[in-house]
């Protein structure tokens, strides 16, 4: 097993093993603290994710932008392209379907896709961070692709990604293709100082 795949699977235990009382009031803090940041409330549109599983709940953050009146992006995943593609949602309950794995994608038929660089603000999901922004995702480096997509096609996002406490740890091996975080909340507040 890589160090990559060991600590994976330490969080994802730590995090699935969370109280679900205790996640819920957590992820509610933590997206009070995005709702509050001064690049959330200047965007016109968000990129988001439907969480899933044991993640931080997005659901108040998806509902806050689509009620705000901003553009509620979401990510499917193209299987023949290895990729993430990132679709308009208007409305959560309609232009969304479940993958295999359980997790609400837009669907493409009713939904508009948006390039990369035309990304503002970006919520990313994640499995473990460390305080220089290192970030530990799923294995598929989807969103290091797709941030590193949206700086070459013009795009200067702001990057938050939201997790609970316990998914910092002392340091996330990090390789080249690997994109830092500049901002980091937790139940706690935001782990990194940043201009955004």
């Known amino acids: 097993m890589t160090e990559k795949a060991g600590l994976r699977s ?15 009031e957590a992820s509610r803090r933590i997206i009070d603290a995005v709702l509050a940041r001064d690049a959330f ?15 931080v709940d997005t ?9 705000e009146g901003k553009m509620l992006l ?16 208007r409305d959560l309950a309609s232009d969304l379907d479940t993958n295999r794995w359980g997790i609400r994608e837009p669907r493409p038929e ?9 990304l503002e603000f970006v919520f990313v999901p994640g499995v473990a961070f460390d305080a220089d922004g290192g970030r530990l995702g799923y294995g598929k480096a989807y969103y290091d692709r797709l941030l590193a997509a949206s700086t070459q096609a013009g795009g200067s996002p702001t990057v938050v990604a939201g997790a609970f406490a316990l998914q910092v740890v002392d340091q996330v091996p990090m390789e080249p293709h690997d994109v830092r975080i500049p901002v980091i909340v937790t139940e706690h507040g935001p782990l990194l100082n940043s201009q955004h």
């Open 10 to 24: 330490i969080v994802l235990q730590r995090r699935d093993a969370l109280d679900p009382a205790v996640r819920r």
């Open 41 to 55: 409330r200047d965007a016109r549109s968000v990129m988001a994710y439907a969480s899933f599983g044991s993640e």
């Open 59 to 67: 659901a108040v953050l998806c509902e806050t932008v689509l009620r």
């Open 74 to 89: 979401l990510p499917r995943i193209d299987k023949m392209r290895d990729a993430i593609r990132v679709y308009e949602v």
């Open 110 to 118: 009713t939904c508009r896709e948006i390039g990369p660089g035309d």
